[in-house]
Structures are given as structure tokens and as C-alpha cells.
């Protein structure tokens, strides 16, 4: 029963969608009432954009929840992707495998697999390379979906706006949206949060990505550039938005959850030191920001991919009165006294937290998500880290949102070519501080 | 092996106790460290993460899962599957020619009891736990350098707590009552990915889980913060806790039954 305005409405109210995708995606028309389910009894279908490891992971996830869930559709750009999703989905004990109802008509290959399979659903896991996530999650808001979508949220600035536009459609239609920066979703952030005013004002942060890096899927013979670009989407900024972003978004969105605040300009270092090769394409293998935030306070930002150098992924913020130490989770004071420790052996599983309470909330009819314009906006606390690295120049937000620097390919397809490409030697163009410029 | 009469903190799955026969090994004194183990995750000549090679290395880290408690310097390493640490056994035996291999529960314990039949090594009073182990009490939440404490009777380091130590056995709640007096250890082969043996404890623990019967196993939640599936077959999310050592049969097995041991032991699964 819809009793009120405040975002609730009957779980059993019927919305009409299926002709709508025809030619394209056309915007459903409003409601007066939040959409939330397109069947007669309570199933919530869900249709996965993106079967990958993490996107197979999430509708695993999903697919665990207490509600009356279905798979009812799978896209991705690659048959063998969707393949051993379905396989691996198969695999889980823990899940009634009539939940899994995914028939060879209902698995969508190719770029525009997701027009096909979000119109199936009501909620839409939208979990491919981030450079697809603003054109996806456009099309599952305006066909009025809900959506779980993997951070970053995008890898360009034309992309941000789109999501934050959208974020704004979302809201003014009470869909749920939840962004994959699960760290809002896990126990200890969630217990440092509430208790971050121990520390008094926030004066600085820090925080970290430093690890070994990732694969690499050799180039095969016959592929054409854009499958090659595609099968190693980490290397290529229109895809991944280089690890500043791809990685280090989680650790920044961190620091501006905590601040409450975005950073307002950016300057730094980083390049390719030691991942110099081909097949690495144009990404770098290291970056140092100094992010400025309105108040004017410094987060101090690295993220690195060089095998056997130090490894940490953490954040710190420090305050007028004590320290936030993420990773330990724990809050010291400046004697060294820990104020606060978070009991570890109460740790949750973040991801798994985040569809328990988004399908929860989905069931109940309730709105209560919108993290679209925060992932959004992190996302791009993150691309403006990149562009002060690659360029060496201070860069301000507002400049570079309103550059609207969109790195998509002008056509989605295996033989169109993408926005980069490599030289006779097989060697991409990389940025240049000092000469790189986004003027 | 097993429980002890007067131990208040018994478990069913440490009853009843057995007597067994056990072939004479070498186990190694401390707990493989960062350094040692970095050898083998480091080592450019051997394939990474393949699915056909026979000796593979871990893929990486997808992120630093010792969680700044420290690495080089002879810190235990941690966090990684059985699988992680009998394919570091598999590889030293590539490069030594001698065979590796995790120890069964049975062996695990006999090298933990060292003679004894006492509830710990040392005696039944957990008050003197602190001078042999790192556990909840004194680890200040984190593992410390291997061999910082007093051995057991027989020289071996860390037996109990700061990290808990892979065996080679699936986990059986009734393990003991497969074990025969007076026979050969019954090893639980090989089955599903979880739950396999640890023994033990760990640096966040308390004492009841060091003592010398005591069993742990493995769970699913382990790894439950790892956002691929499939999930990782190396490295644990969740267990910053475990780690391991190796010991050495002083039978050898020939070459074809350490290629058909770790082949058996090594199968995805």
C-alpha cells in the first residue's frame, strides 16, 4: 500500500515497461509512484550488464539475498565471459538454482547486450570496465530500473555529468541506486564513521593504494584493436580510467566520506617506471595528488603497481585531537592511546551487505539509496588526480567537469577503432607531464 | 593425540585420545616467513597463476593481505590458501630435489606436544602461555617475528599461536575416531575447498584455542571479501591469520609418488 510520499509504495504495483526499447532506450513515462516491481507476485527479476569476475561476484551476492530474487538476464560484450559467469554461477551451493533462470535467449553478447536484458528486470547490475557504466546506468534509470552499479562510476569527465545527471533522475523517481564503494557498507567504516568526531576537526589525510598490479591477456592473433582493448580494459583510460581511479577511487571516497566534502583542485606526480612495456598501454604505474578540499585541507593520495615495493591499501585521517587508522580500525589520540577499537572478528562481508540491504529496501518498497551522485563525484575526485598527474599542472574541478573531456570511442563495435591507438611498434601514447595538457 | 582428561575446554572433536605410530620427519623450526616464501612468490622463472604448469606461483596480491603487520624481517606469511602453501612445497622440491610437504594433524600435534601429554607443551597453566606463544593477550592484535619466544622441548618455535598452521587434512569432526591405537595416522584426503585443518591458533586467539588439541578449519568466510568469482585459489581475504610449515619425511617418497602426492593435492578443485 502506498500510504504517503515518502518514497514507499505497494510491492505489488505493475509497471509496464517491456515495449518501450524498441529503437533504442526511450525514457519510460513517470509515475506517480516509484516502480519497483514488473511482475504480478513479489520475484524482484534482475538482469547482470557485465559477467566478468566482479559482476558475476555481485549477482552471486544478489542471488544470496532473503528476498524472492531471479537472474533473468545476462549481457556482456564476450560469449565466453557470459559463458563461465553462468558456469560459476551454477557452481554455488548456497544458491536455489531456480533462482538462476537465464535461457540462451535471455543471454545478450555483444555492446548492445544491454539494450536487450535491462528492460527484463527491475533491478539492473551494471558491473562492466567502468568507461560503459554513465551510458548503462542512463539506460536502466531512464526504463526506471533500480540498480547495484561497480565503482568507479565512470573514466571521464563527460561521463561523470551524465551520471550525475542521472543520479538526479533517479532520485526524482525513487529508484534505488547503490554504488559498489563497499566500504560504506562494511562494519568497521561504518562504526570509525559515527565516531570520527573523537578526533575533532579533520587538518589532513592520507591514504593508499600500493600493490603489484594486475593481469595482462596477451594479444591474440586476428583480435582486432577494439577486442584487444577490451580484453585488457585495465590498460586503457576510456575503459579503466588508469588505477588512480579504477583502484584508488575506494581509498579517496573514503577520505571524502569522512571530510563530507570534494576537493576542489588537484596537483601531482606519477608516471611509468617500471610497467613500461606494450602491454601495458597507456596507463602509469604510479601517482602522488595533493588534493585540496574547500576548507583548505590536504589529502595526500598514492597509489602504485610496482611489484615487490612496499604494499599498502589504507587511509588515515588526522584531526585536532586524534587519529582515524582505517586499516587497523581504530581512533589514538596524539599521546598514542587507542580511544576506539573496532572488534575485527565483527567484520562483515561488505559486498554481500550491500544487495542484503538494497533488495531489502527494494522488497519493502522503500527508497533509500542514492549513491550515484557520491560515486560520482569521488569518481571524479579521482579523474582530476589524474589529469593533474599526466599533465603536472594544478587542475580545478569546476574547470574540469565543465571540459566535459569524454575519451568514448565515436561507435561501440569489434572493428570500430577506440580513442587510442598504438604506434608501428605496438607502443600507445602516454601522457608526458609538461606537455600533456587539458586546456 | 588428543584431548586430555583434566582439560576443562575439551571439544567432541578432540575425543577420544589415540596413540599412534609416526614415521620420523624433520619439521621446520619456525614458521615460513615473508622472506622465504617471497623467494618462491618472486621467482621469474616460474609461471604465474597457470593452469597447466605443473609448479605455478600465486597470482598477486589484489591487495596487501598482511595487512601492515609487517613482511620482511622475518615475519610469518600469511593469508594464503592450503593450496598456496603446498604449491611453495611442491616448488622447493623443484629446486632442492627434496621432498616438501605440509604435516597431517597427527604429525602436527606429536611435534607440538614434544613428549608432552599436559594440556600445553609446557604444562596445563595457560598463565605460562605468554613465555612460549603470541596469542590474544600479548599480540597487540597483530603477528609477530617468528622465534621471538621460548621453543618447545624439542626446538620448535611458534608451534602455538601467531599464526595458525595449515595441516595437510580435510577437516573431520570425527577424526579421532578414525585414528586406530597403535596405527599409522589416518589422513582425511583431499575434498572440498573448505573446511581443511588448522592447528595451533593464532595471535587472536585466546589460550583455550592453543591448547595442543585443539583443531581449527577453514570456512568459505575466509574469503569472503573477495569481489571475483571465481574466487581467488591462492590468497584469503579474511584469514590474516594463517599461515604455515613444512616438514620433511625422513623416508622420501620416490619421484613418482611426490608427483602423484601433489598432483593429488594440487587439482583445482
Known sequence: ???????????????????????????????????????????????????????????????????????????????????????????????????????????FVGFDGYLKAIPLADVVILATPPGFRPLHFEAAVKLGKHVFMEKPVATDPAGINKVLATAQLAKQRKLNVVVGLQRH???????????????????????WWDGDGVWVRPRQ??????????????????????????????????INWFKGAYPIKAQGMGGREVRTGKEYGEIFDHHFVEFHYPDGTIL?????????TMSKVDELLVGTKGKIFAGAANIVDHKGKVIYQFDKQKENDPYQTEHDELFAAIAKGEFKFSDAENGARSTMTSILGRMATYSGQVIELDKALAS???????????????????????FYPVAVPGITTYA | MGVVAADKAKKPDELPNRKLNIEAFWMGAFEI???????????????????????????PQYIDLSWGMGKSGGYPVNSMSQDAALMFCRWLYKKTGVFYRLPNEAEWEYACRAGSTAIYPFGDNPKELGKYAWYKSNSKNKYQKVGQKQPNAWGLYDMLGNV?????????????????????????????????????????????????????????????????????????TDAMFVGFRVIRPLKQPTAEEAEAFYNRYLKEN
Open chain 1, 1 to 107: 500500500m502506498n500510504t504517503d510520499n515518502k518514497g514507499t509504495s505497494s510491492r505489488r504495483e505493475f509497471v509496464r515497461n517491456s515495449s518501450l526499447i524498441a529503437g533504442g532506450v526511450l525514457a519510460a513515462p513517470l509515475f506517480s509512484k516509484a516502480n519497483y516491481f514488473s511482475g504480478a507476485d513479489d520475484t524482484i527479476k534482475i538482469a547482470l550488464v557485465g559477467a566478468g569476475g566482479r559482476g558475476t561476484g555481485a549477482a552471486i551476492q544478489a542471488l544470496k539475498t532473503k528476498q524472492n530474487v531471479k537472474l533473468v538476464a545476462v549481457a556482456d560484450a564476450f560469449k565466453d565471459r557470459l559463458e563461465s559467469c553462468l558456469k560459476s554461477m551454477s557452481q554455488v551451493e548456497e544458491i536455489d538454482s531456480k533462482r538462476i533462470d537465464v535461457p540462451a535467449d535471455r543471454q
Open chain 1, 185 to 207: 557498507y562494511q562494519n568497521s567504516y561504518r562504526e570509525l564513521f559515527k565516531r570520527k568526531d573523537l578526533i575533532g576537526d579533520i587538518v589532513s589525510s592520507q591514504c
Open chain 1, 221 to 254: 592473433e586476428g583480435q582486432t584493436e577494439m577486442e584487444y582493448q577490451m580484453r585488457n580494459w585495465y590498460y586503457f583510460n576510456w575503459l579503466c580510467g588508469d588505477h588512480i581511479t579504477e583502484q584508488h577511487v575506494h581509498n579517496i571516497d573514503v
Open chain 1, 300 to 308: 595526500n593520495s598514492q597509489c602504485r603497481h610496482q611489484p615487490k
Open chain 1, 404 to 426: 566535459n573531456i569524454d575519451l568514448q570511442p565515436k561507435e561501440y563495435s569489434w572493428t570500430a577503432a577506440p580513442s587510442i591507438l598504438p604506434n608501428a611498434d605496438g
Open chain 2, 33 to 59: 616467513t615473508h622472506d622465504i616464501f617471497d623467494v618462491f612468490f618472486r621467482d621469474e622463472n616460474t609461471s604465474v597463476g597457470s593452469e597447466v604448469d605443473a609448479v605455478t606461483r600465486p597470482t
Open chain 2, 164 to 236: 595458525s598452521e595449515w595441516t595437510l587434512d580435510q577437516y573431520d569432526e570425527k577424526y579421532l575416531e578414525k585414528q586406530a591405537d597403535g596405527g599409522e595416522p589416518v589422513v582425511i584426503p583431499p575434498g572440498k575447498r573448505y573446511p581443511r585443518s588448522v592447528r595451533g591458533g593464532s595471535f587472536h586467539d585466546d589460550a583455550d584455542q592453543l591448547r595442543s588439541s585443539s583443531r581449527q578449519h577453514s570456512a568459505a568466510d575466509w574469503n569472503k571479501r573477495d569481489p571475483q568469482i571465481p574466487r581467488s585459489r591462492w590468497w584469503l
